[in-house]
């Protein structure tokens, strides 16, 4: 579905220097954009590529447009953050393209009597609503859902297939949950006696603010006794685990196959590279930034990049370092020899001058 | 809903000190208990605040009370163990909160004439019973589980939503299975002819001990010939794999995360840290602990903590200890050379003198 | 259910010498096997084993065949790969055993009126299938899997239970995606505008090839704008992530928990052990193998074996290595020290000479 550019700079800003009447019906990379594409410029190595471009318009900053002067012919959208404003343009041409959604229930849905669905809401096949859930306007839940007792489902928040969203917890507006994902199963608390484990009931509830997605077949866990937290804006891959009691600070994100261990505190503004790992109860700062693959053993009191993995080489080398690795305090010792005996053979070498 | 303190006794055991007809609704921590809460203290270092708190009974040892003395002014009950004693009364306190459960079929299920449901489980709307699945007095089946054909649920166990126990997997008595968790998928088993994979079914079966926990979305993969087997007690955290033909001992716990590759046997009263990883057929002892993020690569015979995860730096640290890594060898050597220098030069001194 | 040898060696192949009526009904393990089981030798160390086994009917080599001699008194079917062997002469008999299939949609299903759904197909009950999906001959799609609008589903693939298959994906023909996998997914992409996230709407989708196997609770997600690709023959085990728009080449396998990170390039017959990462963006020659638990943080352009983890060891003696590793740096400015020290020293002693 083609829109005039007049109706994209209505609708997501910029300054619109061309024709508003231009037809445009999408977003295309530079170099596979035709006339009726949309593209974008926000890696200044990409500029030559930028001007030579058959794309019908050009989101890009007004420094670049200067920069490219007349090689490039087509219409210019000037904006600060070229990227935000593709980010923003396609979100717009994917409404367009998206199929209708009906508002109601899906007869096959099971919707206990007490529970709340607002009139705009979109319910699919096989959903289960429990007794007591709210569900609020604009919201769509898709096939096989379970929206757990006494949840809270903000408006506009969108549930992919088989999310499983248990009793008590509570999410935000605007909120995206991907397929598979389970928010508020019990976290992982027991008292060991005698070597067997006696299960701790976890009572608290998830509590999620607006604007957060969670990826597919992450699992976020209900606290113990108080709540895990997941503040506005915070975004989390698939894959991920949130063990009881977290709390995430808004605007986080997390790669895919992070794990976050029991009552860990994390900041504002952070990010997790995919597979990092973060031990229970740490506090970490805000704009900490954790590369992938490291394991995050101690509190983290400043902002910066931390990175801890072993890093990769062919089997035989790692197996001579890994050889030397296991026993470095040898190493040390054999240095600390070399030391004394060095000092001694100077001191003699002094002694004799 | 609140009890008086003699039922709590009566239940759970101890020794009360006290008026037994203190009622009490719940538990809470020293510092926000009140005149209607239950605290313990199980953590010397919170013995002041125990003394302070307002909680109307405390669970403790009696060495702990005696320290505490005259300073605490509500009732107490006598234990050996108050962390395992807290545990059973929280679980006395969640029971009593739980919604009831009402026995019987929800109409939405599809359940095979020739499965057999005990009349007091309760089984949620769009669950799947296949043919042949026997499904014991007080189990709780919630929605969207499929319960394989041929199947073993034994009494009082939980399936929450959107559990598959795929066929001819047995689980035992008093068993929580969390949302999403997969037992009894296809072990990955493959013959490998020019470089293509030939898939070798998988006829083993996953065979679940009493009082086990599996966590949300974790993994548990049949047998290829003989079975997987999950013995009583054991407990396991969200996102976990359990590869085929795995066998895990007796109140084994594994943090989220852990993956066990296949034909693994592993220990009664191990723990294993988050992310930990254990490699296909090795043998781990009992009481073996393993930290977080670590990698298991060889048998353990000895009880112990174990570990190997690389120390988180600052990036800058990390960059700068990783060049030395991937080279150790290359320090190795020139540490040799130096021995052998130093060796020399030594002998010289002494020839000299 | 037994069938004689002769029907074995006609569908499976192999040269058969022995009583062709003699009747099998499995596979077992040598020193399992009985008078109505098939056994087979890949393995030289079990030579003897397989001697004295009492299998009907021997799977092996002929040079292995002629080693043995006449101490093994059964059938032998002789071949090139008698693993590969095994693999299909196990399938065949699990074929026989698996309960027959009824094409036929489950009355619970939820099937778009514009869905085409072959007639050889099986679908289980909760299952739905949306707007302009085309589900091939023979597939069997087991409970409460939902297929997305406008996906294809090959002939003869079999979707466990709760599969989410979603909107515009196709998989090829003889696919197996086990229970709780998510296909289509949106991949991770966002636009950072003072530090807030903007949705990147994924539009690609996830194109697999033929004789795919997707193991329980792995996502693989759909493109940004161009697709995810995974080629013919590719084997995923159980809880792997696969980011947008990677493109995994044929015949490449990943044990359980492996992640790959978006736009990552995988060449074809490579081999991933479990809980491998995979970093973004980067390219994998055909033919590399990774082992369990390693980061792969670069691209790797020749064939062969890599490595990265950190060797286990006892918490204490990984607590001295570890130390050390935190400071490599200053043992290398220690060594270089030294080294300078001993260049004087030797330079001194020949001048004394």
Redesign the interface.
């Known amino acids: 579905m083609a829109i005039p550019l007049r109706q994209l700079v209505e609708q997501v800003g910029g300054q619109l220097q061309g024709d508003p009447d231009t037809l445009v019906s999408g977003?295309?990379?530079l170099d596979a954009a035709g006339a009726s594409h949309v593209s974008f410029l926000s890696n200044p190595k990409l500029r030559t590529q930028a001007a030579a471009s058959a794309a019908a318009a050009l989101i890009l900053t007004e420094a670049d447009s200067e920069r490219i002067g007349s090689q490039y012919a087509g219409a210019r959208i000037l904006t600060e953050?070229p990227?935000?404003y593709?980010?923003?343009a396609?979100?717009l041409?994917?409404a367009l393209?998206a199929?209708p959604v009906q508002p109601g229930i899906?007869p096959?849905a099971?919707i206990d009597p007490s529970a709340k669905v607002a009139a705009s809401a979109c319910i699919?096949?096989?959903v289960?609503v429990e007794?007591g859930a709210v569900i609020g306007e604009g919201c769509t839940i898709?096939?096989?859902c379970?929206i757990g007792?006494d949840t809270v489902v903000g408006a506009d928040t969108h549930f992919?297939?088989?999310v499983?969203f248990?009793a008590g917890c509570i999410i935000g507006e605007r909120g995206?949950v991907?397929?598979?994902a389970?928010i508020g199963?019990?976290g992982?608390g027991?008292?060991?006696?005698g070597?067997?484990?006696?299960?701790?009931?976890q009572?608290g509830r998830v509590v999620i603010g607006n604007?957060v997605?969670i990826?597919?077949?992450t699992?976020v866990?209900r606290g113990a006794?108080a709540d895990t937290v997941i503040e506005d804006?915070v975004?989390l891959?698939?894959?991920i685990?949130i063990?009881h009691n977290c709390h995430i600070g808004a605007?986080t994100?997390m790669?895919?196959?992070v794990?976050v261990?029991g009552s860990a505190t994390i900041g504002?503004?952070c990010t997790f590279?995919?597979?990092a790992?973060i031990?229970g109860h740490l506090t970490i700062a805000d704009n900490v930034h954790i590369?992938?693959?490291?394991?995050?053993?101690?509190s983290i009191a400043e902002a910066?990049?931390?990175?801890?993995?072993?890093?990769?080489?062919?089997?035989a080398?790692?197996?001579?370092?890994?050889a030397?690795?296991?026993?470095?305090?040898g190493?040390?010792s054999?240095?600390r020899e070399?030391?004394k005996?060095?000092a001694m053979?100077?001191s003699?070498?002094k002694n004799?001058q």
Chains 1, 2, 3 share one sequence.
């Open positions: 977003i295309a990379p953050r990227y935000a593709f980010a923003r396609a979100q041409f994917a393209a199929p899906h096959s099971a699919g096949p096989h289960t007794a898709d096939s096989g379970v007792r992919h297939p088989r499983c248990l995206i991907h397929a598979g389970v199963a019990d992982f027991f008292a060991n006696e070597g067997a484990w006696i299960k701790i009931p009572t604007d997605e990826g597919a077949n699992t866990d006794l804006g975004k891959d698939n894959q685990q063990g605007h994100a790669a895919g196959c794990g261990a504002k503004y590279g995919g597979a790992m031990l590369s992938s693959g490291s394991l995050v053993s101690r910066g990049q931390y990175t801890g993995f072993y890093p990769l080489a062919t089997n080398e790692w197996e001579r370092s890994a030397i690795v296991r026993n470095l305090s190493m040390r054999r240095m070399l030391e005996t060095v053979l100077t003699q070498n004799e």
